[in-house]
């Protein structure tokens, strides 16, 4: 049962989808370990979806179609609180990571690779905080 | 001096401009804390700017112009670390923030709204993780 699933209208109705025809980006970060998963993007259909079920779900532009995330995979990211900028135009979604794979590469993360001086690279992100989701934790 | 200012001109050309009018999103991540501070969108000539400088350049779609993070409030952003997605279409850039605020409202973060049940409240971030920036050690 997704906790937003009363949520009062005037709130549903906050985001600002009209400065970028119709979407806003949403960022989302493994609430555990800290990690940006990815970013995508949500129309007002997507936003309604995810906080009916508690479960991410995003508009593909390419697909030009909602898609809860994992629908295939397996790989759900179940929402665990949801944060809304100062300008109402961008959502930040905490998430537990189903699989612990957000990318269709099958990484962690889909921002896995770095710009170094040379070029890009697959190092590790520099994440001095980083925490330990307890799933992989001994 | 930015680490980038050499970058091979093939790992500049990465992104992909193409897919939204000329804009990528980008996230901007507290290297220290892990805390999302803002997202926001780079056209070909911020991206160039944060590279060749190393401080993180945004294209304003309202102000339609390039700003330089933190060129009036002087709290700008020194990049870390710089990631690009698996689709080449976002950023994430890894910071460390100077004056600690990151949003025109003064906050750390311009996500600093949560949508509880009731609504949206100014609760603080569920951040397991959460690292402690070194300014604000004791």
């Not at 998963?37 to 593909?60: C, I, N, Q, R």
Request: charged share 30%.
């Amino acid at each position: 049962m997704s906790r937003w699933r009363r949520l009062p209208e005037e709130a549903r109705d906050l985001l600002d989808f009209g400065k970028m025809g119709g979407l806003v980006p949403v960022v989302t970060q493994e609430v555990h370990t800290g990690e940006v998963l990815m970013v995508a993007f949500l129309d007002p259909e997507a936003w309604e979806l995810s906080l009916a079920t508690g479960y991410a779900h995003y508009y593909s532009r390419t697909r030009r179609r909602i898609w809860k995330k994992g629908e295939t995979s397996g790989h759900v990211q179940r929402i665990v609180e949801v944060r809304i900028d100062c300008d109402n135009d961008a959502v930040l979604f905490l998430v537990e990571q189903e699989g612990g794979t957000a990318c269709h590469t099958g990484r962690r993360s889909c921002f896995y690779r770095t710009l170094t001086p040379q070029g890009l690279t697959e190092e590790e992100a520099r994440l001095p905080w980083r925490g330990v989701s307890p799933k992989d934790r001994p």
